[in-house]
Structure formats: C-alpha cells, structure tokens
C-alpha cells in the first residue's frame, strides 16, 4: 500500500490549502535536523514532526477566527469591541484553541526531552526501555 493513502503520512490528516509536497518537505526537513540513530529515535522523532506540523497552523486558526468574529485581516474591527469579546466569550473559542495549542507544544517538548534524555543515556543505537517505564 502506498505510503500516502494511510498510516502515518497519509493525505487524510493534510487541511484543505496543504499539500502532500509541502508536508513531506517539512517532515524531510525535521528528520533531518533531528538525526534519529535507532529505532526509538525515529519514533519520538515522527511524533515531534507530527505535533510541529499541527503546531504550525495556529497562527491561521486564530486569524480566521478573528475573521469570523468581526475584525478584518487588515485589523479593522466590523462590530464593536464589547460584541466582539462577548462572541468569543460565549463561543469560549480562543480558550478551547489555546488550551489545545499548549497541549500540543507540551507534547511536542516532552517528545524533545525524551529523544534528548534516549542520545545522553544510551550514547549509541541501543534501546533502553526505561524510556518506556518498564
């Protein structure tokens, strides 16, 4: 089966505007950056990219609501501030948003410290699956 039609690279989890290319470069781009040695690297590795990607969407999340809720993308406000800051209250958007946001870039980092915590304890391509809590 192709690696685009499902598992971990599949286009399912690409957003109307991204594309296939645009991900697999990013995802080229990280792995290599990252370096993974053995197989528990690569994994903590594919998570970290996957988070990042996810991660680099908030910026166009928040504009669109934005958007949605009444101010331009040239920051011209089309109600009023109190409506404004009402609707957001009421529909507590930009809370539930950032809430999944810091659950990302947490996840993201402990991905780090974990591939971090693998390269200082294990020095080469062993697994230690005290990694793991076993």
């Known amino acids: ?13 690409l957003l109307p505007g991204e594309t ?15 370096c993974p040695r053995n197989p528990l690297e690569r994994h903590l590795a594919e998570e970290y990219i996957g988070l990042s990607w996810r991660l680099r ?9 934005f958007t949605r809720y009444g101010i331009s993308p040239e920051g011209n406000r089309r109600k009023s501030s109190l409506a404004l800051v009402n609707d957001l209250q009421t529909d507590n958007i930009l809370t539930n948003l950032a809430q999944y946001e810091s659950k990302l870039r947490k996840s993201a980092l402990e991905c780090l410290k974990t591939l971090l915590r ?7 391509n062993e697994v230690n699956q005290s990694h793991f809590g076993f």
Do not use: D, N, T, V
């Open 57 to 65: 969407r908030f910026p166009e999340f928040e504009a669109e609501i």
């Open 1 to 13: 089966m192709h690696s685009k039609e499902c598992g971990l690279f599949s286009q399912k989890g």
């Open 118 to 124: 693998c390269r200082k304890e294990g020095g080469g």
């Open 20 to 34: 296939w290319e645009g991900y697999a470069a990013f995802h080229e781009s990280q792995l290599h950056q990252l």
